[in-house]
């Protein structure tokens, strides 16, 4: 038995290890899978690849060629997935958008509305949502609008033939920040050749940011929606309304109710006797003499 009790710790550390390396590079890989970095992350396995051959065959010229290259690779990693570690790590401090699930589904009903209006009569518009990274450093140009963003207000922004209407628009919480925008775009090569300027720049600017774009297509009117890098096409209204809820208010949900656990610790700790202080026999506590 006590034979059995050392295996077990022996071996427990590296099999935890294992594990988590092994479950925090699927995470990883799933991440980057679709953006502009998945062809690169081929090219380190196929080197890696080579590296195993080179140690496999003795090839000593060139595993000191390949362990040059991944000495220099690791600084290299960080200028190449820069839009992509930037999004990971905005995931892991990601903030609510809106103050109150109230809040946030009042400004999702308004992109609904406007949504929906100018897919009747096919007006093209793109609109992101802002989240915790700022758009102004991804964007070109843009306008200050600073508005309540109303149905009316954005249908009028992207309403052919306005001096504004050509480029996107920037939300932050429930007002217009910003109009006539130019959103990075994407730089895959495995999407289709029919897909517009306006879906392309919704999903460059999701693979570099973690702000949520909706699209209304100006030649069939109809609506999607890109976040993480993928875009979603032809989706209802109701389907976009899910969407959003699932992003927003939900995990607002879960926020809200982590700071009231919090609270409600803080609370119980404040609540609770505090120690007395020790007295001399005449019923003075110590120090006063």
């Not at 380190?44 to 080579?50: I, P």
């Not at 892991?92 to 009903?109: D, K, V």
């Not at 209407?165 to 109009?179: E, S």
Request: glycine letters at 6%; a neutral charge; aromatic letters at 8%.
């Amino acid at each position: 038995m006590n034979e059995y009790l050392a295996y077990i710790q022996q071996w427990w550390r590296p099999v935890v290890e294992i594990a988590i390396l092994t479950i925090a590079i699927y995470y990883i890989l799933i991440f980057v899978r679709g953006t502009r970095g998945w062809p690169v992350v081929i090219g380190f396995v196929v080197m890696l690849g080579l590296s195993f051959v080179s140690d496999l065959l003795k090839l000593e010229v060139l595993a000191l060629f390949l362990q040059t290259f991944f000495a220099a690779s690791a600084f290299a990693a960080l200028v190449i997935f820069q839009p992509e570690l930037r999004r990971m790590l905005a995931e892991l401090g990601n903030l609510p958008l809106f103050n109150t699930a109230r809040e946030q589904r009042e400004n999702i009903e308004v992109i609904i509305q406007s949504m929906e209006r100018m897919s009747e009569v096919r007006i093209g518009a793109i609109i992101a949502i802002q989240q915790t990274i700022q758009l102004q450093d991804v964007v070109e140009s843009g306008i200050i609008v600073d508005c309540e963003a109303t149905p009316e207000m954005l249908e009028t922004i992207f309403f052919p033939n306005n001096a504004i209407h050509d480029g996107g628009v920037i939300m932050i919480g429930d007002r217009i920040a910003f109009a006539a925008c130019i959103f990075p775009l994407t730089q895959r090569q495995d999407l289709a050749k029919s897909l517009g300027t306006r879906h392309r720049a919704a999903i460059g600017l999701t693979e570099e940011t973690d702000a949520v774009v909706v699209i209304v297509s100006e030649e069939t009117g109809g609506m999607s929606y890109a976040y993480k890098g993928h875009l979603v096409r032809n989706v209802t209204a109701e389907e976009l309304r899910a969407f959003l809820t699932s992003v927003f208010v939900r995990r607002s949900k879960r926020s809200v109710r982590f700071r009231e656990w919090i609270r409600s610790k803080l609370q119980s700790r404040a609540r609770e006797p505090q120690p007395a202080m020790p007295t001399t026999p005449l019923g003075e506590p110590h120090g006063n003499k």
